[in-house]
């Protein structure tokens, strides 16, 4: 099955500055990657996601980026604001024809003011 | 309001006692799934359901049975809760034709 590499765990960042995490997944056959974004206590969020037709994805301070031939992924956060902190997972889903969806394991984030 | 909930929300048990966790979205999603999630682990994916009847096992499913006989609903069943089955629990639904996955409140489960 479907295995999802994310890094780092953890990533403690200046405010302001911009913050990277990275996934990799083992199927080829994964066609859409989501980012979500989850708080302390509650529900996991959809911030972005990305299909495998496509190499980048931007929305305002969030971007991101496919290499489908290296079958990783990442997420880039600029200009990060205390808000920002969170903990964030990748995903991997092959949606032809079933519904299995790979998380990562999380990166907890934090935001130094 | 479009939601998905989860009840209880809340729930302390004791090893062997069977319960149902509930899942119920309001819409009208074909697909469904239930999640675990534990520390250092992300989400794991225990069923899915394509659609009413239809459903499938995901990376964890030992422990647990699902049901759908009607659109809206996706219990989770746990026949004889065991201590490595305390966890918080997801339920996400998504409509046919779209990737954004609805995911409900969360069950937080604890078996002694």
């Known amino acids: 099955g479907e295995n999802v590499e994310q890094h780092p765990s953890t990533l403690s960042v200046q405010e302001g500055d911009s913050a990277v995490i990275k996934c990799t997944y083992s199927d080829s056959a994964s066609n859409y990657f989501p980012w979500y974004k989850q708080e302390l206590g509650k529900r996991p969020q959809l911030i972005i996601d990305?299909?495998?037709?496509?190499g980048e994805k931007k929305d305002q301070r969030i971007a991101v980026t496919l290499n489908k031939t290296a079958k990783h992924f990442s997420l880039h956060i600029t200009e990060t604001q205390p808000e920002d902190s969170a903990v964030y997972f990748c995903?991997?889903?092959?949606?032809?024809?079933?519904?299995?969806?790979?998380f990562g394991t999380g990166t907890r984030l934090t935001i130094i003011p | 309001e479009a939601q998905v909930t989860q009840n209880p929300r809340y729930l302390i048990t004791v090893t062997g006692k069977k319960l149902t966790v509930t899942c119920s979205q309001n819409m009208n999603h074909e697909y469904m799934s239930w999640y675990r999630q534990d520390p250092g682990l992300g989400l794991r994916q225990i069923y899915y359901?394509?659609?009413?009847?239809?459903?499938d096992k995901g990376d964890v499913p030992e422990g647990y049975k699902v049901s759908r006989k009607e659109k809206r609903n996706f219990p989770l069943i746990l026949e004889s809760p065991s201590p490595n089955q305390t966890s918080l629990y997801f339920c996400a639904s998504r409509p046919v034709g779209a990737d954004e996955q609805f995911f409900g409140p969360g069950t937080r489960l604890t078996v002694l």
């Open positions: 359901s394509m659609n009413v009847e239809v459903t």
């Open positions: 995903a991997s889903l092959w949606n032809f024809g079933n519904e299995k969806l790979t």
């Open positions: 990305i299909r495998s037709n496509v």
